[in-house]
Nanobody, 122 residues
Framework: QVQLVESGGGLVQPGGSLSLSCEVS????????VGWFRQVPGKEREFAAT????????YYGKFVNNRFTISRDIAKNTVYLQMNSLKHEETAVYSC???????????????WGQGTKVTVSS
């Protein structure tokens, strides 16, 4: 059974940093990629970043502007999203997801975590 479990969300001040984690289990197919998306109520999921599990290749959404870093720890089966210089409008539920392909489109991802809430507020 495939499971993705996020952690690390919470309250952060504008301009602050937060690190999210996504523990992955049960993925027996290869190759695959793990991505991070975010969503606010009433809006479509927005692509933040993705990483190829085997090679570590990364790709970021346009809004990131070198503020976020996605990485993975193979030994811990965990993908991280380090977020810096956060803005108030980036308050959202952040979710990780896995796909057999390589995509920035949320519909291409087959497995999802439950999401973790990030609130950027003073």
């Amino acid at each position: 059974q495939v499971q993705l479990v996020e952690s690390g969300g919470g309250l952060v001040q504008p301009g602050g940093s937060l690190s999210l984690s996504c523990e992955v289990s049960g993925l027996t197919f290869s190759p695959y990629a793990v991505g991070w998306f975010r969503q606010v109520p009433g809006k479509e999921r927005e692509f933040a970043a993705t990483i190829r599990w085997s090679y570590g290749t990364t790709y970021y959404g346009k809004f990131v502007n070198n503020r976020f870093t996605i990485s993975r720890d193979i030994a811990k089966n965990t993908v991280y999203l380090q977020m810096n210089s956060l803005k108030h409008e980036e308050t959202a539920v952040y979710s990780c997801a896995a796909t057999t392909g390589w995509s920035t489109i949320y519909k291409d991802y087959d497995y999802w975590g439950q999401g973790t809430k990030v609130t950027v507020s003073s």
